[in-house]
């Protein structure tokens, strides 16, 4: 008897966004889990540079202190520090519709496939 494997087919893959920095407004955040445990998943739609209306994403741990992802891409969104009471806890729902700046750069996954990912947001 013979086991054949096969590459996974290509799912309907996204146009990639060209390395670059953006104009951008967060239009989602949510949560969800995956093989790194919880996230927080933030959707940006971009505007301009050819790129109007295509949407990439940042993902990040839920966990919030000072020297987190999610306390940089927070302070970022809000143009300022967080307070005391933000470090205790904040609404990141308040903040879908803030625009910003993006850094999109190309990645490459597990399987070989390349995306578009936010690596830094900016206000």
Do not use: H
Not at 13 to 19: D, R, S
Not at 34 to 55: A, C, D, I, P, S
Not at 58 to 67: A, G, I
């Amino acid at each position: 008897m013979s086991i054949v494997v096969k590459p996974k087919a290509p799912s309907g893959a996204a146009e990639l966004v060209p390395n670059d920095t953006y104009n951008a407004k967060l239009t989602e955040v949510w949560q969800f889990e995956n093989t790194y445990g919880q996230r927080l998943g933030f959707e940006f739609t971009l505007g301009g540079k050819g790129v109007e209306g295509e949407k990439v994403m940042l993902s990040c741990s839920p966990n919030l202190s000072p020297k987190s992802k999610l306390a940089e891409v927070l302070r970022s969104l809000l143009g300022r520090d967080l307070t005391r009471d933000e470090c205790q806890g904040i609404d990141i729902e308040e903040l879908v519709g803030t625009e910003c700046r993006v850094l999109v750069l190309q990645s490459q996954g597990k399987s070989g496939q390349l995306f578009s990912n936010v690596e830094q947001v900016f206000r």
